[in-house]
């Protein structure tokens, strides 16, 4: 069962906390507070769809340094920055860094209500392909090494009777194997394999 998304506000200025706060919770989503990076940084990484606003300028660790630690420490929380002293070049490296949003005071509360929804929606998004990749390496682990060596070589284009020669064994031992790999896998077709055989190599890397 996914649990309740939660906000957390970033803002070492306790009057802009509150106003935050109340106007998050009027939209009926749960919000926690905190002075600033490191208090957060203190936190438990929530194991729920979340989502932080924080200021930039902030007493201790900025905004931005924030954003640099939070990467480092694999903690792929989506970040809507509000600020009353913005420049150009902070919004572009906040963006640049992967922020859902930059506004500069004033802001509209819509706007800000509309970027906490995308960062919330993008972080739900995520959590829930890493159950599906979680649940799809499971059951290819759940294979057996020959398995696992056979179903390689059909989604590489191989044939039964080739996989069969390569293995040193008979075609219908390999297609044993095949059919028994499919079946742990859930894959209803060859097309359904070789997606999830690809989705567990991951995207591929362009050649530099």
Same mark, same amino acid.
């Given at each position: 069962?996914?649990? /309740?998304? +939660? +906000? $957390?506000?970033?803002?070492?200025?306790?009057?802009?906390? =509150?106003?935050?706060?109340?106007?998050?919770?009027?939209?009926?989503?749960?919000?926690? =507070?905190?002075?600033? /990076?490191?208090? $957060?940084?203190?936190?438990?990484?929530? *194991?729920?769809?979340?989502?932080?606003v924080a200021d930039v300028r902030l007493?201790?660790?900025?905004?931005? *340094? !924030?954003?640099?630690?939070?990467? /480092?420490?694999?903690?792929?929380?989506?970040?809507?920055?509000?600020?009353?002293?913005?420049?150009?070049?902070?919004?572009?490296?906040?963006?640049?860094?992967?922020?859902?949003? !930059?506004?500069?005071?004033?802001?509209?509360?819509?706007?800000?209500? *509309?970027?906490?929804?995308?960062?919330?929606?993008?972080?739900?998004?995520?959590?829930?392909?890493? #159950?599906?990749?979680?649940?799809?390496?499971?059951?290819?682990?759940?294979?057996?090494?020959?398995?696992?060596? +056979?179903?390689?070589?059909?989604?590489?284009?191989?044939?039964?009777?080739?996989?069969?020669?390569?293995?040193?064994?008979?075609?219908?031992?390999?297609?044993?194997?095949?059919?028994?790999?499919?079946?742990?896998?859930? /894959?209803?077709?060859?097309?359904?394999?070789?997606?999830?055989?690809?989705?567990? #190599?991951?995207?591929?890397?362009?050649?530099?």
């Open positions: 069962m996914t649990r /309740a998304p +939660v +906000v $957390f506000v970033v803002d070492d200025d306790p009057s802009v906390r =509150s106003s935050l706060k109340f106007l998050i919770n009027s939209v009926g989503l749960q919000v926690e =507070s905190f002075e600033s /990076a490191e208090t $957060f940084l203190q936190r438990k990484p929530p *194991d729920a769809p979340s989502c932080l007493r201790g660790l900025s905004g931005l *340094d !924030f954003q640099r630690e939070l990467a /480092a420490r694999n903690i792929p929380i989506p970040i809507v920055f509000v600020t009353g002293h913005g420049d150009i070049p902070m919004s572009v490296r906040a963006m640049k860094a992967g922020a859902i949003e !930059f506004l500069t005071k004033p802001y509209r509360d819509q706007d800000l209500l *509309d970027a906490v929804r995308i960062a919330l929606e993008r972080d739900r998004t995520r959590r829930e392909q890493e #159950k599906d990749l979680t649940d799809l390496r499971q059951r290819f682990d759940s294979l057996t090494p020959r398995e696992q060596e +056979v179903i390689s070589m059909v989604v590489s284009g191989m044939l039964n009777k080739q996989i069969a020669g390569e293995l040193r064994t008979a075609e219908n031992t390999v297609k044993v194997h095949r059919s028994r790999a499919m079946a742990k896998m859930s /894959a209803q077709s060859f097309a359904d394999l070789v997606r999830m055989i690809e989705k567990l #190599k991951g995207p591929a890397k362009k050649a530099s």
